[in-house]
């Protein structure tokens, strides 16, 4: 996706506004989440920890919900 290319090329604020963007269209897509609290932890903004932590916590739930 154009959030993962951007960040490949390092192009950090780029990515963090196509993961915005992305969640913006369904704010349930975890991988644009994560990506996106990952970028903002690059770019040493706090912000991304929550992002972070709320991925974990939702694949902790899934993994429970699903037994595995």
Do not use: W
């Amino acid at each position: 996706n154009l959030g993962v290319a951007r960040g490949r090329r390092n192009e950090l604020a780029l990515a963090e506004e196509a993961y915005r963007r992305a969640l913006a269209l369904d704010p349930r897509e975890l991988g644009a989440r994560l990506n996106l609290g990952l970028v903002l932890a690059e770019l040493g903004r706090r912000e991304g920890m929550s992002g972070l932590e709320e991925f974990a916590s939702r694949k902790a739930q899934q993994r429970d919900k699903d037994g595995t």
